[in-house]
């Protein structure tokens, strides 16, 4: 029997011990738009500021990752969306996001949603390069843009 003192932290990779026999390995994009949006964005308060910003560098340092492409890669691969570098300088980054799991919501003008995903980023990207990185959102579907955007700084 298991006692607090022998408390296992789940790792990503632990994600992936998927034993469903019927159910299969995958959720319908409704359930993971209702935990963001109605859950987070809606539910928690300041739309969930604060909270995002902790639950995804949390998620974001468990990610076995150990380049920006190999970062992009695992988005497209979990269907977060499907990232590109669209700027790239010295100490910034833009990544632009097609397909991500917010197209097709409606618009609401001055709302951007997808601040989890960006903090994703953050986690993996500090822990990566071991220095603060931060991850803004400058554009989203949501607000009428025409894809989602991240600017990092490095
Ligand atoms: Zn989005």
Request: proline share 3%; net charge negative; with cysteine.
């Amino acid at each position: 029997m298991g006692s607090v003192d022998t408390l296992h932290e789940f790792s990503f990779d632990d994600m992936k011990k998927i034993s469903r026999t019927a159910l299969g390995d995958a959720v319908p994009i409704e359930l993971y738009r209702a935990i963001r949006l109605i859950g987070m964005y809606q539910g928690l308060p300041m739309k969930g500021k604060g909270t995002t910003l902790t639950v995804g560098r949390k998620i974001g340092e468990s990610l076995a990752v150990q380049s920006v492409q190999e970062l992009l890669d695992l988005f497209r691969e979990l269907k977060v969306g499907d990232p590109q570098i669209v700027l790239e300088e010295e100490n910034r980054l833009h990544i632009a996001v097609k397909d991500c799991f917010c197209v097709g919501l409606p618009e609401i003008e001055g709302n951007l949603v997808c601040d989890l995903e960006g903090a994703i980023m953050e986690g993996a990207l500090s822990k990566m390069m071991d220095k603060r990185v931060s991850v803004r959102e400058i554009k989203c579907n949501v607000n009428g843009d025409d894809c989602c955007e991240y600017e990092v700084r490095l």
